[in-house]
């Protein structure tokens, strides 16, 4: 990551303590991020990687461990990106998630409880 990112580590760090000061939970998500650094370069560089091929670099490194079924595993992990990015996105509103992603209101709440994700309050 030192490497990717070169001179520009140290103010990232010092923005990432500020939003995990900042965020409402535990995690910290690229809105709790200042605007200086959402429009870095850096940033649209790590966002817009090559995600397909970080993915099949993970699907090799499972099947060459050994590891079976591993759609199981990697199905659940995208729906569950896919689903918090929408809801996000919504600001938790079910119905727009859905429509984003292609799905009715039905199906999400579906997603959610078999993804073992927490269902929030309607808005």
């Known amino acids: 990551l030192h490497a ?3 001179r520009q580590c140290s103010p990232i760090g010092k923005c990432l303590s500020l939003a995990l000061g900042m965020a409402p939970g535990r995690e910290v998500h690229l809105g709790d991020l200042p605007p200086e650094l959402k429009d870095s370069p850096v940033e649209k560089t790590v966002v817009s990687g090559n995600w397909e091929q970080q993915l099949r670099s993970w699907a090799q490194g499972e099947l060459a461990s050994g590891k079976q ?5 990697a199905v659940p992990t995208f729906e569950r ?6 809801l996000s996105h919504t600001n938790g509103r079910k119905r ?4 984003l992603l292609g799905w009715g209101r039905n199906t999400l709440t579906r997603k959610l409880k078999e993804l073992g994700m927490r269902e929030e309050e309607e808005k």
């Open 4 to 6: 990717a990112l070169g």
């Open 69 to 73: 079924d591993i759609l199981k595993m």
């Open 81 to 86: 990106a896919l689903i918090e990015t929408a």
């Open 96 to 99: 727009d998630a859905a429509e």
